[in-house]
């Protein structure tokens, strides 16, 4: 199946980019967001058991965007637009760093994002439907 929109791109994804989930939970998750996206209301969006005994739960969802909180301090975000599916993953301990990744719609993984300007540590996030660096680098760190 090709993802054609963020929740499909959760459901079709390879196990190795969020291993944190069997078939049954990615299902649930993606039927509570196909519901939440039809009445258009994240209120009723809930957290759902992940393969580590973890909450997860959503965080955001649009027409071309998603976000779960997979634990505490991990946090995967999906983008998708133009036939490209963006895949960002946040560790948070106790700086948050991203690894963004860029794949065609089958998950083939085209490149690595990185931002453009110089830094240690990069936390990536969606807003308004775009893709969005932020430098988590302490000022300590950049006077060494």
């Known amino acids: 199946m ?13 196990q190795e980019l969020c291993p944190y ?20 209301d994240t209120t009723i969006l809930h957290s759902v058991p992940n393969l580590f005994g973890k909450e997860s739960r959503p965080l955001s969802l649009t027409d071309k965007s998603m ?16 036939n490209k599916i963006i895949l960002i993953q946040t560790l948070c301990s ?20 990185r931002p453009e300007k110089d ?11 775009t893709l969005v660096f932020t430098d988590e680098t302490p000022e300590e760190d950049l006077a060494d």
């Open 2 to 14: 090709v993802a054609q929109s963020p929740i499909e791109a959760f459901l079709t994804m390879p």
């Open 21 to 40: 989930f069997n078939e049954a939970q990615r299902n649930a998750i993606g039927q509570q967001l196909v519901v939440a996206m039809r009445e258009n």
């Open 67 to 82: 976000c779960l909180q997979i634990a505490d301090g991990i946090e995967y975000g999906w983008l998708v637009d133009n």
């Open 94 to 113: 106790p700086i948050c760093s991203s690894v963004v990744s860029e794949y065609d719609m089958d998950w083939h993984r085209i490149r690595t994002i």
């Open 119 to 129: 830094g240690v540590f990069f936390r990536a996030h969606i807003e308004n439907d």
